[in-house]
C-alpha cells in the first residue's frame, strides 16, 4: 500500500469542505446559541441547529441515502406524520375552555391569518412560483406544523429555511409584538378592562367540542382534516378523561420523541449547496413581514370588534388571535397588566389564542385547497 | 397588474373569506353545541365557570398542583431553574395563577408530584 | 379566474358526502359514546371510533396512499406489529402464579374456545367462505390481538368488523355473562366454596415458565409462535426483575402508543363502501352467538370438573376460562360472591382467566394452521 | 348435509381435539416444572404462595402500595375518579385486595409514588 | 379429508426440528440464564437470548419476509438506527466533566484501543477476509453500538456473534480485568495516589465539548460522524439544560425502546444453519483476545506514563481507556482502593474510561475508513 | 509472510497512528476549549471543581439525591433489591459517593423522586 496515495483519503473531510459548509456550521452555532442560552424555542432549535451541522460536515453520510437523517425524514416528513404526531400532543395540552366560554371571541382567530396572504402576494411579487409564495405565506400561520404540513405538500425544496424563519420568529414574538402593541393601540384602549363572568362550560361541551370540530371543519375544509383532527384527537384523549394512558402518551412520548426527530430531519436539509441562496435570505425577510402583518391585522381587528361592543373589549387581544399558542395570549394579557397593574385580560386572551389556533389550521387548508386547485394538483 | 399579482389578490380576497366563512360557522357551531350540551342541572363539580382547569381527569389538577408545589420546593431549596418545558400549556400557566389562590385556602400535606 | 368555477371546489366537501358516510359516523359517535360516557374498552374504542369519523369525511386524505392512517396500516397491522406489541405489554401485565399453583386449571383455558369453532361452522352455514369464516370464529378466542391477528392474516377485508365486534363484547361481558352463569348453575353450584391453599411457587418457576412455554408451544403449534412468544417475552420481562427498564417500557411507551396507532388504524379501515354491507351485520350477531356459546361451554365444563372432582369446584370459574382477561376471572369471582357474601373464589377464576389467554392464543394459531392448510396457502 | 359444513365439523374436531391436546401438554409441562424448579429450602421470602403478587422485583409490590394510597389519598381529596387505566391488570386487582389487608398491618409514613 | 395426511402437518414443529436448533436454544438458555441469574447485561442479553430462541423454533416465521423480527431487523439494524438510537441514550449518560478537568487522560483511550488491531491481525492470520477480520477486530473497542454500527457495515452476516462476543465478555470485565492488572503492575504502582485538585470546569465548558467535539471528529474521521454525533446530541440534550423533555426522552423511552428491539433482532439472526460452525467459536476466542489485549496495552500505556510523570500517575487508569463504559473506570478504582483503602482514583479513572468511549468510536470511525478504502468500496 | 498480514499490520500501523492522531488533536482541543470557555469570575454556583455533577439542570441534583433517598427508604423496608438499571451512568456512581458526605450536611425533609 502506497501511504502517499492515503493523504487525500486521511484529509477528504477538509478537501471536501466548502465555504458553504462553514457559513452553515455557523448558522447552526447560532441556532444553538438561541437554543441553549436564549432559550428560543430550545426543543426544536436545539435538534434543528445539530441536524443543521451534520448535514454540513462532509462525507458524514448522515444525509445520504441509507444516512440516519434521511431514514428519519423520510419516515416522518415525507408522510407528514411527524407535524401530525405533535399535534397529537399539542392538542392534549389546550384547553379550549376560556373560548367556549366567549365564543364571539373565535372571530380574532381569522383576522389573525391576513399575514399568510398578505406575504403570498409580497412573494409573487419577489418573483417566487405560485407553490413557493404559499409555502412561504404560510409562515404566517404562525403555527410550526402547520408550516411544515403545507410545505411539505406544496414545496418542500424550502421546508427548511420556512421552519426556520416559523419557529425562530415565534420565539422572537415577545421582541416581535409589543412594540406594534403600543404603536397600534392607544393607552385608554389598552386600559380597557373586561368583565370575566362567562357561561360556564360543561365537561360535555368539552368532550364534544372536538368531536364536533373535526366534523364540521372536515366537511367545510378536507384539506385542513388531518392537522385539525389530530389537534382535537389529541383534546378529545384529555377532555374524555377515561384514557390517561393516551393522553399521557400523547402528552409525553409521542410529541417528544417526534419533536426530536423533527428537529433533526428538518435541520439536516439544511445543506450548504441547498440552503445557502438568496431566497433564503427573502424567505427569512418574508417571514418577519409575515408576522408583523398579522399581529397588526390582528390588532385592527380587535379595535373593530371593540368599536362595535362600546368600548367593552380591549383590543390588545387581537395581537393574540395570530396563533403562537400560546406566547401571544400571555403576551397581551402582560401588555395590558403593565399599563394598569390592576387589568385582568388572560382568559380573554387564551380565548383569542386558541381561537388563533384554530383559524391558523383552517386558513392552512383553505390555502393548501385554493392553491392546489389553481396549481392543478388539487 | 400583472396576471400573477392579480391572481394573488384573488386568491387573497378568497382565501380570506373563505377563512372568515369558516370561522363564522364555527362560533354558530359553538353557540349551538354550548347551548345544547350545558347542563340542566348544576352540580357545582361539574360546572366549570370558564375555568381553564376543566378537570376531566379530576385527579389532574391535584397533580398539577402538587406537581406546582414540588416545583416551588424544589425551586426554593436550589435558588433557580433553567429545566423549561415544551411551549409550556396554557393549563400550565393559568393554573400557576389559580394556585396562588388555592393554595392560600388550602394546607395541604404529603402532596406529591407522580407521573 | 372564474369565481363560479369555484363553487364545486368550495362544497367538494359536501358533495362527495353519502349516506353511507353519515351512517358510519353515526357508528362512529356511538363507539365514543360508548368509551367516553360508559367507559366500555375506551383505550381501544375510542381511537378506533376517531379513525372511522376520520376514513368518513371525504377527500380527508387521510386514509389515501400518503394519508397518516393508511402509513400507520401499513406500518403496524400488515406486519402485525401493533398486536404483537400490545401483547409484550399484555404479558408484561399478566401474572401467572395462580395458574401455576393449580395446574389443572389450564384445561377450563381449553373449553372456553368451543365458541371459535361453534361459529365457524355457522358462519360457513351462513355462506361465508372458509377463510373469512375462521376469521370470525377467531372473534370467540376473546382476546383482541389474537383476532386482529389471525383475521389480517386470513381475511383482512373483514378486520375492521372484526375487531370492533371483539372489543365491544369483550367490554359488554359484565351484560353478556351473568344471565348464562345463572342459567347453567344451580344456586347450590354457585355456593361452593373452593380451598385456597396452594403449593407455593417459586421465583424460579415464574421465571422458567414464560420461556418453557414458548418452546412448547412454539414446537406444538407453530403458527402460534409469534402470539404466544410475545406474551412470553413481555412476561420473563416482568418475572426476572433484572430489566426493569424494558419491563417498564414494555408496559408503558410500547403498549400506549400501539394501542393508539392501531385504534386509528383499524378505524379508518371502517370506510362506508366497504364497511355498510350485510356480512358486517352477520359479523356483530355471530361475534355475539361466540361469546355466548364460549360462556356456555366453558360452564358445561366447569360442571364436568366440579363432577370429576366430587363436588370441590365451583363451575363458575369455568366461564373464566374464556380469556377476556381479566374481566372474565373477576365476574366469576363476584358472581360467586354475590351469592355468598363470604365466598372468595378470586384467585381460582383467575387462574382459569390466565389459561384461557393462553388457550386463546393456542387455539388462533391452531385455527391458522388447520385452514391455511385446507386452503392450500400454509 | 353439504360438503362445506362436513368441512367445518371436520375442522371443529380437529381444532378442539388439537387445543385440548395441547393444552393437556401444557398440563403435563407445568406440573413437572413446578416439580423440578420448587425451592428445596424454603427462605420466607423467596416462596410466594400462590400469591399474584410475585414480586420478583421486590419494589414492585411497594410500589403498588405506594402507588394505591397515593391514590387513595387523591381520591378522598378530590371524590372521584374517571381515570381507568388499560384493562386493569390481575394483579393490581388482587393486590387492592391484599392491600386492605397489609395496611391495616403496617403503619407506613414517607411512601412516595415514583415511576 | 384424510385425517392420516394430517399427521405430518401436525408433527411439522417436530419434523423441522434440526439438531442445530436444539443447540442453539441450548445457547438461547443460557444468554437468559446469564442475564436473568447472573445479571450480565441484562437488558441486552435477554432480548438477545429470546431472540435466537424465537429464531430457533422452525416455521415460526418471526424471522420469515414479513416476520416482526425481520421488520425490525430492517427498521433498524439494515439502517443502523437503533445503535445510533441508544447512542443518543448514553450520550445524555455520560458526564465528560472528570475527562475536563484532566485532559490528558484523554490519551489512555486510544492506547485502550490495541485491541481492536491485534485482533484483526489474527483473524485475518485465521483466514478471515479483511471485510470480517475488521468486523470482529472492532469486537476490541468494547462498545456494543460501536460494534454493531461497524460489523452492520462491514460484515453484516456476522453481526449476531460478534454482537453477542461484544456484550457477553463486555459484562465479564470483572473478571477478565483484575488479573491482568495484577499481573501487569507491581504492589507500588497499584498504590500510587493521585491528587485530584483539577481546575474548575464552568457549564459553558460542557456544553461546547460535544459541539465542537462533533465537527472536529466529523473533518477528521468523517465515517465516525453518525456515532460521535448521536452520543453527542445526548450529551448536548443533557448538558444544556434547556430541553428537558427531549433528554428524558433520549434517556428513556428512546434508548430502552431500541434496546429490546435491537436485542430481539439480533437474537433472531442466531439461526442455527446460519450461526453454528467454525467460525462463531474463532470469534468468541478472538473477541476474548481482543478484550485482554485492549486491557494489557492500557495498563502498558498507563505505566508509560506513570513514568513520564514522575510516578504521578496510577497505571491501574489505563485499564479503564478500554471503554466498558462505566463498569472498566469502576473497576481501576476498585482495584487500587482494594490495595489501599484510603488510595481513591475514581475520578481519574472515570475520566480514562470517558476518553475510552470516545476513543472507541473514533478507532472504529479511522477502521472503516481504512477498510472500506482499501476493499475499494470506500 | 504473506501480502495479507503485510497488509494487516499496515493497516494496525496507520489505524493506531490515526487513533492517536487524532486523540491529540482531541487533546488539544479541550485545552484550548477550558482555556476559552473558563469562568472568568467565580461564582460558587457556576464553577464545578471536576465534579462529575455538573447541575446543568440545577434540579438534577436535587432529584438525583431524592430519587437516592427514595431508594434507600424503599430498601430498608423491604430488604432487598434486584432491580437493575440500564448500565448504570457514572453520575450516578458519583453522585452516590458525594451523596454520603453531602447527606450528612444537610437534613432535608418532604423531598421526593418526581419524573
Ligand atoms: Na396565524
Ligand atoms: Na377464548
Ligand atoms: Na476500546
Same mark, same amino acid.
Given at each position: 500500500?502506497d ?8 484529509? $477528504? ?5 466548502k ?5 452553515m456550521?455557523f448558522?447552526?452555532?447560532v441556532l444553538?446559541?438561541?437554543?441553549v442560552?436564549?432559550e428560543?424555542?430550545?426543543?426544536l ?11 454540513n460536515?462532509p462525507?458524514?453520510?448522515?444525509t ?8 428519519l425524514?423520510?419516515a416522518?416528513?415525507k408522510t407528514e ?16 375552555s ?7 371571541m373565535?372571530?380574532l382567530?381569522?383576522?389573525g391569518?391576513?399575514?399568510i396572504?398578505?406575504?403570498?402576494i409580497l412573494a409573487i ?7 413557493q ?6 409562515i ?7 408550516s411544515?404540513f403545507v410545505a411539505?405538500?406544496l414545496?418542500?425544496?424550502?421546508l427548511?429555511p420556512?421552519a ?8 422572537l414574538i415577545?421582541?416581535?409584538q409589543?412594540?406594534?402593541m403600543?404603536l397600534?393601540t ?7 378592562r ?5 357561561k360556564?362550560i360543561? $365537561?360535555k ?7 364536533v370540530?373535526?366534523v ?11 392537522l385539525?383532527?389530530?389537534l382535537?384527537?389529541g383534546?378529545?384523549?384529555k ?5 390517561d394512558?393516551?393522553?399521557k402518551?400523547a402528552?409525553?412520548?409521542?410529541i417528544?420523541?417526534a419533536?426530536?426527530f423533527l428537529?433533526?430531519?428538518?435541520g ?13 435570505g $427573502?424567505?427569512?425577510i418574508?417571514g ?7 399581529t397588526?391585522?390582528g ?6 370588534m ?6 367593552k373589549i380591549?383590543?390588545l ?5 395570530i ?10 394579557? $402582560?401588555?395590558?397588566n403593565?399599563?394598569d397593574?390592576?387589568?385582568f385580560i388572560?382568559m380573554?386572551?387564551m ?13 392552512g387548508?383553505i390555502l393548501l385547497?385554493v392553491?392546489?386547485k ?5 | 397588474?400583472?396576471?400573477l399579482t392579480?391572481?394573488?389578490?384573488e386568491?387573497?380576497a378568497?382565501g380570506?373569506?373563505l ?11 359553538m353557540i ?8 340542566k342541572e ?11 382547569e376543566?378537570?376531566?381527569d379530576?385527579?389532574?389538577g391535584?397533580k ?8 416551588a ?7 433557580q431553574?433553567s429545566?423549561?418545558p ?9 393554573s400557576?395563577?389559580q394556585?396562588?389562590?388555592?393554595t392560600?385556602?388550602r394546607?395541604q ?5 407522580r407521573r
Amino acid at each position: 500500500m502506497d501511504l502517499t496515495s492515503l493523504v487525500p483519503e486521511l484529509l $477528504k473531510g477538509f478537501t471536501h469542505f466548502k465555504l458553504g459548509n462553514g457559513v452553515m456550521i455557523f448558522a447552526a452555532l447560532v441556532l444553538i446559541y438561541l437554543a441553549v442560552f436564549k432559550e428560543i424555542e430550545p426543543v426544536l432549535l436545539l435538534p434543528i441547529g445539530f441536524g443543521c451541522l451534520l448535514a454540513n460536515i462532509p462525507l458524514a453520510g448522515m444525509t445520504a441515502a441509507e444516512g440516519m437523517t434521511k431514514v428519519l425524514y423520510d419516515a416522518g416528513i415525507k408522510t407528514e406524520l411527524f407535524p401530525l404526531l405533535i399535534f397529537v400532543g399539542v392538542g392534549a395540552m389546550i384547553d379550549f375552555s376560556p373560548l367556549l366560554a366567549q365564543p364571539r371571541m373565535v372571530l380574532l382567530g381569522a383576522a389573525g391569518q391576513f399575514g399568510i396572504f398578505g406575504t403570498l402576494i409580497l412573494a409573487i411579487a419577489l418573483g417566487f412560483p405560485l407553490n413557493q409564495a404559499a409555502s412561504i405565506g404560510v409562515i404566517g400561520a404562525i403555527d410550526g406544523p402547520t408550516s411544515i404540513f403545507v410545505a411539505s405538500k406544496l414545496a418542500p425544496e424550502l421546508l427548511a429555511p420556512i421552519a426556520v424563519a416559523a419557529y425562530s420568529y415565534m420565539s422572537l414574538i415577545p421582541i416581535i409584538q409589543p412594540p406594534l402593541m403600543r404603536l397600534m393601540t392607544t393607552k385608554k384602549e389598552r386600559m380597557i378592562r373586561m368583565d370575566y363572568a362567562p357561561k360556564p362550560i360543561s $365537561k360535555k361541551t368539552l368532550i364534544f367540542f372536538p368531536i364536533v370540530l373535526t366534523v364540521v371543519v372536515g366537511l367545510l375544509v378536507p384539506e385542513a382534516t388531518p392537522l385539525i383532527s389530530m389537534l382535537m384527537l389529541g383534546n378529545l384523549l384529555k377532555m374524555s378523561g377515561v384514557v390517561d394512558r393516551l393522553s399521557k402518551a400523547a402528552e409525553n412520548e409521542i410529541i417528544n420523541i417526534a419533536t426530536l426527530f423533527l428537529g433533526l430531519a428538518i435541520g439536516s436539509t439544511m445543506e450548504a449547496d441547498a440552503f445557502l441562496n438568496w431566497n433564503t435570505g $427573502k424567505i427569512m425577510i418574508l417571514g418577519l413581514f409575515a408576522f408583523s402583518l398579522d399581529t397588526v391585522a390582528g390588532l385592527l381587528f380587535g379595535k373593530f370588534m371593540s368599536f362595535l361592543s362600546g368600548g367593552k373589549i380591549n383590543p390588545l387581544i387581537g395581537a393574540a388571535g395570530i396563533s403562537a399558542f400560546p406566547m401571544a395570549g400571555r403576551l397581551a394579557a $402582560k401588555t395590558a397588566n403593565d399599563e394598569d397593574p390592576d387589568n385582568f385580560i388572560l382568559m380573554h386572551a387564551m380565548g383569542a389564542n386558541t381561537a388563533g389556533q384554530l383559524g391558523s389550521v383552517i386558513a392552512g387548508g383553505i390555502l393548501l385547497s385554493v392553491v392546489s386547485k389553481m396549481l392543478g394538483i388539487g | 397588474m400583472t396576471d400573477l399579482t392579480l391572481q394573488s389578490l384573488e386568491i387573497t380576497a378568497l382565501g380570506m373569506g373563505l377563512v372568515f366563512g369558516a370561522i363564522i360557522l364555527l362560533w354558530l357551531m359553538m353557540i349551538m353545541l354550548t347551548a345544547l350540551t350545558a347542563e340542566k342541572e348544576s352540580p357545582a363539580d361539574e360546572l366549570i365557570p370558564g375555568s381553564t382547569e376543566p378537570d376531566p381527569d379530576p385527579q389532574a389538577g391535584f397533580k398539577a398542583q402538587a406537581a406546582a408545589l414540588a416545583v416551588a420546593l424544589a425551586l426554593a431549596e436550589q435558588g433557580q431553574s433553567s429545566a423549561r418545558p415544551l411551549s409550556t400549556p396554557p393549563t400550565a400557566l393559568v393554573s400557576a395563577w389559580q394556585l396562588g389562590m388555592r393554595t392560600s385556602q388550602r394546607s395541604q400535606t404529603g402532596s406529591r408530584g407522580r407521573r
